[in-house]
């Protein structure tokens, strides 16, 4: 069995990805989304945490937080706030897959994948490639052309805050910019 090891680092900043059971793409539609905004509100409400970026995908999301000086439990923060989801996704009339009998014996659900894929952001030039990763996403899986033509990301906030211009990696006059390289992050879990 692989030795998982996560490094918790007070104050420290991490990228996730977090991936749907099966990759079914389901996280784009209204219900789950208002599903997701809740549950990652109310476990902010109780552990806090900064979010730098987000971006939502149809079977998958990315994000990068700041955690507190004094709590660098992320793994607690992202099982609450998938149980969470997972309660009002279901009490909503979402369905799951089909999960195995193990399991069902630790009394897990088919929403998401078991596991999510962590990195610790070491410094201001890692933060800015994967601000760019998240902010790109959704272009790579050839959701839209532009990043900016992704509703579902927080690369809109970070224009009005002057981090990105509005036409960012903008291919809608077939400019085609060319994208930085993102070999080295590895974009979901379970591939």
Not at 161 to 168: A, M, Q, R, V
Request: charged content about 30%.
């Amino acid at each position: 069995m692989p030795d998982y090891r996560r490094i918790f680092r007070p104050g420290g900043t991490f990228f996730f990805t977090v991936v749907t059971g099966q990759r079914r793409p389901f996280l784009c539609q209204p219900k789950s989304r208002d599903c997701l905004r809740t549950a990652i509100d109310k476990v902010h409400s109780s552990r806090s945490f900064a979010t730098l970026a987000f971006v939502l995908l149809p079977e998958h999301f990315h994000c990068i937080w700041k955690l507190p000086d004094d709590d660098p439990d992320f793994s607690v923060r992202l099982a609450c706030i998938k149980k969470e989801f997972t309660r009002l996704w279901l009490a909503v009339g979402g369905d799951e897959v089909s999960i195995s009998s193990a399991r069902k014996r630790h009394r897990e659900r088919g929403i998401w994948q078991r596991r999510f894929w962590e990195h610790t952001i070491r410094d201001e030039d890692d933060l800015a490639h994967h601000l760019n990763y998240i902010h790109y996403n959704p272009v790579k899986h050839e959701l839209v052309k532009c990043p900016h033509q992704w509703p579902f990301s927080t690369f809109h906030r970070l224009v009005e805050e002057g981090y990105y211009p509005s036409d960012w990696l903008c291919d809608c006059r077939d400019q085609r910019p060319k994208p930085p390289s993102f070999d080295d992050i590895k974009d979901t879990v379970g591939e």
